[in-house]
C-alpha cells in the first residue's frame, strides 16, 4: 500500500505560479510511474502530467506543455509538479497518482493506469 499526500495548492493571480508537492509512503517509491491529474467543477479528470520512475521521461497534456514542469526526487519519496503563467482555466483540484513495477523509462496518461491516488489539493487561479 502506498500514501500519498499532496500539498502546495492555493490561491494565485493569473501569470503567478505555484509549486505542488506529492509525498508517498509505505513502500520503496522508485519503482513507480507518477502522474499529476485534475479536476474542475463539473468536469471529468483530466491528464496534466506524468513522469517515468527514472525521471528521464515525461509528458504533459496539450494545455500546460511549456508552462508546468514534472519533476521527482527518489530520495525523498517526492514528485512535484511546478506551475507558472497560471490561468483562471488552470483552476482545479489536482491529484498525484501512482503506478507500481513500471519500466524504467514508461509513463502513463491515463487515469485507469494508476493505483494510487491522492485526495487532492485546490489550486485556484482568479483573473
Known amino acids: 500500500q502506498v500514501q500519498l499526500v499532496e500539498s502546495g495548492g492555493g490561491l494565485v493571480q493569473a501569470g503567478g505560479s505555484l509549486r505542488l508537492s506529492c509525498a508517498a509512503s509505505?513502500?520503496?517509491?522508485?519503482?513507480?510511474?507518477m502522474g499529476w491529474f485534475r479536476q474542475a467543477p463539473g468536469q471529468e479528470r483530466e491528464f496534466v502530467a506524468a513522469?517515468?520512475?527514472?525521471?528521464?521521461?515525461?509528458d504533459y497534456a496539450d494545455s500546460v506543455k511549456g508552462r508546468f514542469t514534472i519533476s521527482r526526487d527518489n530520495a525523498k519519496n517526492t514528485v512535484y509538479l511546478q506551475m507558472n503563467s497560471l490561468k483562471p482555466e488552470d483552476t482545479a483540484v489536482y491529484y498525484c497518482?501512482?503506478?507500481?513495477?513500471?519500466?524504467?523509462?514508461?509513463?502513463?496518461?491515463?487515469?485507469?493506469?494508476?493505483?494510487?491516488w491522492g485526495q487532492g489539493t485546490q489550486v485556484t487561479c482568479s483573473s
Open positions: 497518482a501512482a503506478t507500481p513495477g513500471a519500466r524504467s523509462g514508461s509513463y502513463y496518461i491515463r487515469d485507469v493506469s494508476y493505483t494510487y
Open positions: 509505505g513502500r520503496t517509491f522508485t519503482n513507480y510511474a
Open positions: 513522469i517515468s520512475w527514472s525521471g528521464g521521461n515525461t
